[in-house]
């Protein structure tokens, strides 16, 4: 689980930090991050955007670079776990990468520091890149033969591993990688592909644990744009209609029993939620999901492709929400887009005392403030020269039971609310026509 994050000339930020953690220094298992339009709460979901797509770039360059369904054919192909992979572009370097989320104009170093809770120790990952936006050093601080300490660090001019970071035999192998690609690649792009080549035996016999299970844990993040998706999510059905392998049919109808238990508890007009189903000539079967849905006296059968957008992001949602529930760490940006304020409140109310993982979302969504989410509810404050930063509501003011957590946002307390000045819209329209009739 994420606890801490460090972003310096990173899109809209130039220096901010943000800690998802309790008095105890035990990761929140979730949170919700609110600010004005334009504040930067995309760029937050957008540095973990970048950290997974770092780990591709070295697989990406050797396949001549690639989009949507190419990449995704080609990491489904890895021997590992089947990985399904959307992201609109992915660059052939982790320079061109960086390139993509530098603050504009900005001077100095871009940097991306992390730390997660993983079986229960930190594990502290950094990236930092010149102002040409070339990789300038690489680290990991993690556990090692039951201790804490740097793994590695890589710079232009220094390659530093623990000794029992990789064996004897495997070395040799992984500095002539490291001497061929990083740079170019950083270290987890580099294990990334040897995964790829490698049956899973060679690599738990060749790197220790901890690194294992720290690549592992950032190719398992779920993060969720409304344009971009990373996630190594398993075998998976695309909602609400698609075909899949004869073979795969339990999973279909898995489907089927999750969608109709969660869609009638949700909705009180829907009496059950299936698939019409139908068996291709390539051992393949076609499926389309339907909700019945009691509507004028009657029960009758909707496509669910005719629902609302609402409903679709619902149906997203839901697996996202299981994958918190089964210890996954997801991160969704603009988590209640076309979906009732109350519902999402009463449907988090919910489901999070079920989530073993963790949820980050940014949201508009005020019905989610109150004051047992103090803890959990982060604010992007902006100042006048446009520097910001970000904290939860219980270290802004620390509420009591009495407090009404939404009232004071919106008035103002806690910043991140927009401030509109006089439009005086009939004044620019006015200027408008004076203008075209010059």
């Not at 590992?80 to 603050?103: C, F, H, Q, W």
């Not at 990789?166 to 500095?175: A, D, G, L, M, T």
């Not at 918190?324 to 489901?351: F, N, P, R, Y």
């Amino acid at each position: 689980m994420l606890k801490e994050l460090t972003l310096e000339n990173f899109l809209s930020f130039d220096r901010v930090g943000m800690k998802l953690t309790d008095k105890g220094n035990r990761p929140l298992n979730h949170a919700f991050i609110y600010g004005e339009n334009g504040s930067g709460k995309t760029n937050l979901i957008d540095s973990l955007m970048m950290l997974g797509r770092s780990t591709l770039t070295l697989i990406s360059e050797e396949n001549g670079g690639s989009e949507n369904d190419n990449l995704k054919k080609l990491l489904d192909a890895l021997r590992t776990e089947n990985i399904d992979i959307r992201i609109k572009y992915e660059p052939k370097d982790v320079s061109s990468l960086a390139g993509e989320y530098r603050m504009i104009s900005s001077e100095g170093p871009m940097i991306l520091s992390f730390v997660f809770s993983i079986d229960g120790h930190d594990a502290r990952y950094t990236l930092e890149f010149d102002e040409d936006n070339t990789l300038r050093s690489e680290s990991l601080d993690f556990i090692i033969s039951k201790k804490s300490g740097n793994l590695f660090r890589f710079t232009r001019d220094e390659k530093r591993m623990q000794k029992d970071l990789v064996s004897q035999s495997y070395r040799k192998e992984i500095n002539d990688l490291l001497v061929k690609y990083w740079g170019r690649h950083t270290f987890l792009s580099i294990l990334t592909r040897e995964e790829s080549l490698k049956n899973v035996k060679f690599m738990t016999d060749n790197i220790s644990a901890s690194l294992y299970t720290f690549l592992r844990y950032v190719r398992s993040l779920v993060i969720v744009k409304k344009d971009a998706r990373f996630a190594q999510t398993g075998k998976q059905i695309q909602l609400p209609s698609g075909t899949i392998p004869a073979g795969d049919r339990p999973i279909l109808d898995n489907a089927e029993m999750i969608l109709s238990k969660f869609f009638t508890r949700l909705y009180s007009d829907v009496t059950q939620v299936h698939f019409l189903t139908e068996n291709l000539n390539d051992n393949r079967i076609r499926y389309d999901l339907y909700f019945e849905k009691r509507i004028a006296g009657t029960v009758r059968s909707i496509p669910a492709e005719k629902e609302s957008s609402g409903t679709k992001n619902l149906m997203n949602m839901l697996q996202f929400l299981l994958q918190c529930a089964d210890g996954k760490t997801v991160v969704i940006d603009e988590m209640d887009t076309g979906i009732h304020d109350l519902l999402v409140s009463q449907l988090m109310e919910q489901c999070i005392p079920d989530i073993d993982g963790q949820l980050i979302a940014t949201t508009h969504n005020t019905a989610l403030m109150d004051y047992s989410n103090a803890l959990n509810t982060f604010i992007i404050e902006i100042d006048r020269n446009g520097f910001k930063r970000i904290r939860n509501i219980q270290s802004i003011e620390p509420p009591n039971v009495n407090t009404n957590v939404q009232k004071r946002y919106l008035q103002g307390h806690y910043s991140g609310i927009p401030l509109v000045a006089d439009i005086g819209l009939k004044d620019i329209l006015l200027e408008s026509k004076k203008m075209g009739s010059e």
